[in-house]
């Protein structure tokens, strides 16, 4: 793949995953204690890997000038393939054991407490004396509307309200 580049799109391409690099590791920095950090870390990763995926070709042959002439898709293949696996690694993880990391420690608690925020976010407003229909509703935010317990008409304002 890195072949079919010229020796300054291969710089190109070394500059951009600096800068992919340089930007995961301000993520995962600025979002240590959340899941943007996780998300900047594998960032990071990926962009280093690839910077000697570059390198292990930077010195190839150049390409021949008929290179333009044909599609050029070996993009595409790379992102369905690591789409793929990506899918198969969440598929295998699944949601609800993925839940049950949220008192694991480091970034895998993280993705834990993120996949179990609405019975976390349940349970401390219960702690904390809330009235009923608050508690309901942060347990039940994510639930089709046809397995809510509170008023469809309160929970369909508060959804719009909550708009994600």
């Known amino acids: 793949m890195i072949a079919q580049l010229t020796r300054n799109e291969r710089q190109t391409a070394l500059l951009i995953l600096l800068t992919v690099a340089i930007g995961g590791l301000a ?77 694991a420690p480091g970034a895998r608690g993280r993705v834990g407490r993120y996949l179990a925020h609405d019975e976390i976010g349940a349970g401390l407003l219960g702690s904390a004396g809330s009235e009923p229909l608050p508690v309901a509703w942060a347990r039940e935010h994510h639930l089709p509307a046809d397995r809510w317990t509170v008023p469809a008409e309160v929970g369909a304002a508060l959804r719009a309200a909550d708009d994600d």
Do not use: C, Q
């Open 27 to 103: 993520m995962a920095i600025g979002g240590r204690d959340n899941l943007l950090g996780v998300h900047g870390a594998i960032a990071s990763v990926l962009a280093i890997l690839m910077m000697f995926v570059v390198i292990g070709g930077y010195y190839a042959p150049e390409p021949t000038e008929d290179r333009t002439a044909s599609y050029y898709d070996d993009p595409t293949k790379v992102g369905i393939v690591v789409a793929m696996l990506w899918a198969v690694v969440g598929m295998a993880v699944g949601h609800r054991r993925a839940r049950g990391w949220a008192h």
